[in-house]
Structure formats: structure tokens, C-alpha cells
């Protein structure tokens, strides 16, 4: 049920993805299954981009403030974490620049505190919140971090050319 849903989440176009996420949500939500709970994550997480996408930010903004508390629930630190991002990164497109920037500001602290965590995405972040904030010379060395970190990443160098150009040129 959960399994098949999910992945016909993926495959589908937005809207349609966007009924079959939130079917296997539903059954998530009220089975007692462990392992179908497990997608509760995953789930709140795609739905939430998936309303992004479509530029309904208050409704991605639901589901990943959703997603944030049960990673909290379950005590994932790293989805968490992760979860946090998104949130930060949904405030952004709702123009809510200050508390974008103030999550994601909290967020470099938590990476280094874990340590093993590297924040390439997070200086991409700050980068294009004190863009938008027309502070260039305060984003320019959020971004030569993020491209440091991010151009040794395999899968964005073969699909996100572009955007690791525009890193690193930001951050020049």
C-alpha cells in the first residue's frame, strides 16, 4: 500500500504525484505499522516539494513543518536537520527573508556541532537570502564555501551544472 503509493508519488506529474503522496500519507498516518510509518518522513518531505513546485508555498510550508516535528518525534537528528532546511528554504520563497535566514544561520551551528556533516547547501541558502536582501558582498563568501563543498558532490557536478556555475561565479 504505502510502498506502491509513494512510488507512484514519484513517477506521476505534480498533481497526480501530489494525490498518490497523499494517499500513502493517509495510510501512513493511521496504521500502526512500523515500517509503514517510516514513510511518514519521506512522504511529508515530497509533498512538500511538490506543493513548492506548484508555488503554493503556504501549503509545502505545512508539510514541512509537519515533516520537522515527526523527525523530532522519532529523534532524527540528520532528517531533522535536513527537514529544518526546507523550512528555511520555504520561507525564502515566501519572502519571509529574516527567518530564512535566521534558521539557516541556527542550522550552520547544528552542522558543526555534528561535525560530520558538511553545509554546502546552507551557504547556498544564506547566499541567496542576502542576495534577495541586495547584500552581495555578505552572500559572496557564503557561496565560494557552498561551491567548495558542493562542486565535489559527483551527482550535482553530472545534473546541476548550471547552478554550481552560478555558485561558484556568486561566490567570486
Known amino acids: 500500500g504505502v510502498d506502491a503509493a509513494h512510488m507512484l508519488g514519484i513517477v506521476e506529474p505534480p498533481v497526480k504525484q ?10 501512513a498516518e493511521k496504521t500502526d ?12 518531505n515530497n509533498i512538500g516539494w511538490t506543493f513548492h513546485d506548484l508555488e503554493q508555498y ?7 513543518t509537519r515533516g520537522l516535528n515527526w523527525r523530532k518525534e522519532i529523534g532524527d537528528q540528520r ?3 535536513i527537514a529544518q532546511w526546507t ?6 520563497s ?5 527567518e ?3 534558521i539557516q544561520y541556527a542550522l550552520v551551528e547544528e552542522y558543526k556541532a555534528v561535525g560530520s556533516l558538511k553545509p554546502g547547501y546552507i551557504f547556498e541558502e544564506i547566499g541567496e537570502c542576502l542576495l534577495l536582501k541586495g547584500e552581495d558582498d555578505k552572500a559572496a563568501p557564503y557561496f565560494s564555501q557552498s561551491y567548495e563543498i558542493l562542486s565535489a558532490d559527483q551527482w550535482l557536478v553530472n545534473n546541476e551544472g ?4 552560478r555558485i561558484k561565479k556568486l561566490g567570486q
Open 18 to 27: 501530489l494525490d498518490w503522496n497523499i494517499q500513502a500519507l493517509n495510510l
Open 33 to 44: 505499522d512500523k515500517r509503514a510509518k517510516g514513510w511518514l518522513g519521506p512522504l511529508y
Open 58 to 64: 503556504e501549503e509545502a510550508l505545512d508539510y514541512f
Open 79 to 81: 532528517g531533522g536537520l
Open 87 to 92: 523550512v528555511g528554504r520555504v520561507y525564502r
Open 94 to 98: 515566501l519572502d519571509r527573508i529574516d
Open 100 to 102: 530564512a535566514l535566521e
Open 162 to 165: 548550471e547552478r554550481l556555475a
